[in-house]
């Protein structure tokens, strides 16, 4: 299983940006896609993850700003990040969990800074 995460770049305080993840290499379904993220100097963090069924749910940290999206079937995922913070800076990886298996992402990195 592969999968390839695009999107990051430079945002500004206020601004927005859209990661796409899409995975290949398996004919399986993926019981869940998600994001995660790691800052420098710190353990990577859940950002989000939704399942199958179309359920969502969000780090703290991200609730009411960032939203996800995707259809598990086809094997694409997004982040819609609106209103972002210096402390969103990081690495964002995208997960898809299969038949217990975690699958990873290269990441793609995000800055956020004026």
């Known amino acids: 299983v592969q999968l390839q995460a695009s999107g990051g770049g430079l945002m500004q305080p206020g601004g927005s940006l859209r990661l796409s993840c899409t995975a290949s290499?398996?004919?399986?379904?993926?019981?869940?896609m998600a994001w995660h993220r790691q800052a420098p100097g710190k353990q990577r963090e859940l950002v989000a993850f939704?399942?199958?069924?179309?359920?969502?749910d969000y780090g703290d940290s991200v609730k009411r700003r960032f939203t996800i999206s995707g259809d598990i079937a086809k094997k694409t995922m997004y982040l819609q990040m609106n209103s972002p913070k210096p402390e969103d800076t990081a690495i964002y990886y995208c997960k898809a969990v299969l038949a217990g298996s975690d699958y990873w992402g290269q990441g793609t990195l995000v800055t956020v800074s004026s």
């Open positions: 290499g398996t004919r399986f379904g993926f019981s869940t």
């Open positions: 939704i399942t199958r069924r179309g359920s969502t």
